[in-house]
């Protein structure tokens, strides 16, 4: 019932990742992580080919922190059918543990299906009743309420009333956290613009490992055949917004933590037709490649 061809409602992805942890139950396990505003149920599927599930270096993925940003939950959950469905690419579940939540933000993305398709935060109860939502990707605890965020519940940068005050970032982060010592690599998927970002981007800084984190995110995108990407620091190459999840990765001491703008550059920006999943997604797939050897050479 899955198909990339078109963009799925949230059920039907849900749907998808129920149907592989009944198919594949060696490989696959659904995870519930909590809770949205509107009380949908936040997933996380693992796959690992692990007798032991939860030993192996693991790589972290999320998409749909973004509402609108529709090709993300699209091409994360093309991730999955091709690391669980297809044979030949085992290779990258060896000695590698995989973490992939494809709508961290599944209230706003419903939204976006039934009310406004270009909706971007969360859904929660705001001080202002006709201005509801919070920008997830300003709400991370890392410098959070720093350049590139808003005090007003009416803007799409709304930080929110904390660090962590909505319950999909402080659900997701928990989650991360209590795995942090297996995460080695933090991939989180946005668009549009095709950037490869680094840390960080609450200002131009870099970490003391930037050339490293360089080095492999360079290696990542000249796997990329359709699509060019432009690889840097965040705040240097985008703009500069405090409270991000690729900055918070990276301060908990996930040492790759890439934030992945996808397709397009702008001819079609949120809306990108359903007939570039498929494109977006395998161009992309081969990084993953790149990024599970690192992983498991480190180990
Ligand atoms: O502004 C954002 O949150 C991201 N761009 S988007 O168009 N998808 O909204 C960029 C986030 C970059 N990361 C950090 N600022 N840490
Ligand atoms: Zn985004």
Redesign the pocket.
Known sequence: NMTWTNYHRLSNIYGYMSYLTTTYPNLVTLINIGISYEKRPLYVLRISNSSSPGTNPAIWIDGG??A??WI?PATVSYFIQQLVEVPANAKLLQNVDWYIMPVMNPDGYEYTFVKDRLW?KTRSLTSNPSCPGVDP?RNFGYKWGGLGTSTDPCSAVFKGTKAFSEPETIATSNYILGKSSQIKLYLTF??YGQYALIPYGYDVVYPPDYNDMLALANKAVSKFTKYKFSVGSTAALLYAAAGGSGDWAKSIGIKYSY?F?LADTGANGFTLPASQILPVGQDFFPALDVFATQVSAAT
Request: no cysteine.
């Open positions: 922190i973004h609108r940003e993300s971007r990707n946005h668009s934030t703008e």
